[in-house]
């Protein structure tokens, strides 16, 4: 038990959390990644391990025990598929234990903006594939590159929209990111508000991450910690005020 124990700080510790490491590895700005040749269809799979569960998403957190997830995307020139899996390492039953599948288009808006929508599903994976909870979601992503190596981004995120539209949830995430070589600096603010349910939260994050070190042609890892804190919350039983930290060790296969 200490050994898988020791072993699982030493990977977390290895690389830690790093919520948008996906996105900014193939930032244009990006120096550490070399494209060998331009090609239509991209897809990258990355795998993460963290010493708990962040929803980075909505701003919550899923579970104390030590979580995996990981998520393949592929892109064809403006659409693409996101499959995301969440696994609670310690208990099947809570709440990080779901899938996230949905496509998406990019939209070129201005020289600096892009607006991505994605339209999916959410779903709960306690027992079966589809669990009771499952439903639609729709996020829609906007982010403006105010500098080479930094940009602000606003994502709506709306839940429950087909089978208990009396749960409809919305969700605002706004985020500052500096990406610039290996280090990423984000933070993050999440809403949710009280426009379609009756609970309402703000939660703040910080992640500082050492990314995009480079082990192979295609594969590269990532390191770093994440705070996760409550500012406001309208029901301590959905949503409590307790403060958190996150590490996560990632890899990441691109091509």
């Known amino acids: 038990m200490k050994t898988t124990l020791h072993a699982l700080i ?6 830690t959390f790093s919520i948008t490491f996906a996105d900014t590895l193939n930032e244009k700005g990006d120096t550490s990644v070399v494209k060998d040749k331009e090609s239509t269809i991209h ?4 795998a993460r391990l963290h010493s708990k569960g962040i929803f980075t998403y909505g701003g919550q957190l899923g579970t104390d025990n030590p979580a995996f997830d990981a998520n393949f995307t592929i892109e064809y020139k403006k659409w693409g598929l996101l499959i995301y899996k969440g696994v609670d390492l310690c208990d099947h039953k809570s709440d990080y234990n779901f899938s996230l599948l949905a496509v998406f288009r990019n939209f070129k808006l201005a020289d600096r903006v892009t607006f991505t929508p994605y339209v999916g599903s959410i779903l709960e994976q306690f ?14 992503i906007t982010s403006v ?6 940009t602000l981004e606003h994502m709506g995120m709306f839940g429950n929209l087909v089978f208990e539209p009396s749960n409809m949830d919305w969700v605002n995430r706004f985020r500052l990111t ?9 933070g993050s603010l999440w809403h949710n508000n009280q426009v379609f349910d009756k609970t309402n939260y703000i939660t703040t ?32 039983n959905e949503n409590p005020s307790e403060n958190r ?6 890899a990441q296969w691109v091509q």
Not at 43 to 46: K, Q, Y
Not at 178 to 186: C, F, G, P, R, T
Not at 245 to 250: D, E, F, I, S, Y
Request: aromatic letters at 10%; hydrophobic letters at 45%; proline letters at 1%.
């Open 10 to 15: 030493f990977l977390y510790g290895l690389m």
């Open 43 to 46: 897809w990258r799979v990355t």
């Open 127 to 140: 027992n079966t594939f589809a669990d009771t909870g499952s439903d639609v979601v729709c996020i829609l």
């Open 145 to 150: 590159k105010i500098r080479p190596h930094i």
């Open 178 to 186: 500096y990406a610039s070589k290996h280090l990423d600096v984000i």
């Open 205 to 236: 994050g910080l992640n500082v991450a050492y990314s995009r070190m480079k082990i192979g042609k295609h594969i590269f890892l990532s390191t770093g910690v994440t705070g996760l804190a409550t500012l406001h919350t309208s029901d301590e």
């Open 245 to 250: 930290v996150m590490a996560t060790l990632a």
